[in-house]
């Protein structure tokens, strides 16, 4: 799947889509249902806000100050409303594929032979400590840039490999968090660009395919017209950039979650001669390491 040895950018970038070439069924079909279900549970609560949406688009030149003010605080209260759900819905399948993709990957790297089954069973254990990880990760980011971007960035990248570390690591919470730190140390600003590298592909990514389900739902009708009003919001415009989402999220979910996999196996082969280890588990026979061995997963 990946060179057994230290990995360059290229490596990383090319292991995370070898790995979808080569289960593509397993990866893509298991990211397909989570972005499906993440989508349809997302579209219900864009659905209840229509209603609003549409009183405010209702709202004519005659219209009151207060009633304009009236509309958009409704607006403004259904939004906030919605996206409590919304986040839980994206931190709850963000957990279930970076625990099951963790899993895969492990096991492909190792060249061992990986099904739903066996990396649902291995996976299972670790997702309620991964859902606190993923929780603690997202809270301290936030919290960060609550103060300011450069902040953000630190937490961002030094915990970056938390998710990983305790999946194949199987320690504790607080040992996850400690571990990525301990990796992230001294390569602080290749990991945050390999995880930049990563989301910036993710982007264009998305935005190419999102782009065109987009336009057909008219979220940009009037966009270059100074007299348009706001564009009406639809069940069918709703419906058709949700179907945009799932293909995007099918491609784009897997594949940073992967990254950030190989990159989690890079920094332990780069400072802890996991290379060695790792060949020595799939088979290879390698020299005896000059440094304490590290058990592979």
């Given at each position: ?9 290229s ?7 070898t ?62 409303t ?7 819905i994206?931190m ?85 968090f400690?571990?990525s ?43 270059f017209d ?12 709703l ?32 400072r ?26």
């Open positions: 799947m990946i060179a057994l040895r230290p990995l360059n950018v490596d990383i970038l090319d292991g995370a889509i790995a979808i070439r080569r289960y593509p069924l397993l990866i893509l079909g298991v990211s397909a249902i989570v972005a499906v279900i993440s989508a349809g549970l997302n579209l219900a609560a864009s659905l209840w806000l229509v209603p609003d949406f549409e009183r405010v688009t209702r709202l004519g030149p005659a219209a009151t100050q207060q009633q304009q003010l009236d509309a958009l605080y409704s607006m403004l209260g259904s939004t906030l919605a996206l409590l759900p919304s986040l839980v994206t709850l399948a963000q957990t279930f594929l970076t625990g099951f993709l963790t899993v895969v990957m492990g096991k492909a790297v190792l060249g061992r032979p990986v099904d739903f089954g066996s990396a649902m069973r291995e996976a299972a254990p670790r997702l309620l400590p991964l859902l606190a990880v993923t929780v603690l990760y997202a809270l301290a980011t936030i919290v960060a840039a609550a103060f300011c971007l450069l902040p953000a960035v630190l937490p961002y990248v030094f915990w970056s490999l938390a998710g990983p570390a305790l999946v194949l690591e199987r320690g504790t919470i607080g040992q996850a400690t571990r730190r301990q990796l992230v140390s001294g390569m602080f600003w290749r990991v945050f660009g390999v995880l930049l590298l990563a989301a910036v592909i993710g982007w264009v990514i998305s935005a190419v395919i999102d782009i065109p389900f987009s336009v057909g739902s008219g979220a940009f009708s009037g966009l100074p007299q348009a009003t706001v564009p009406k919001v639809t069940t069918g415009g419906v058709l950039q949700s179907v945009g989402t799932v293909i995007a999220s099918t491609i784009v979910m897997p594949f940073t979650a992967l990254v950030t996999v190989a990159l989690y196996i890079d920094q332990r082969m780069r802890e001669g996991m290379d060695i280890e790792l060949a020595r588990a799939a088979g290879l026979n390698p020299p005896e390491p000059p440094r304490p061995p590290q058990q592979a997963w």
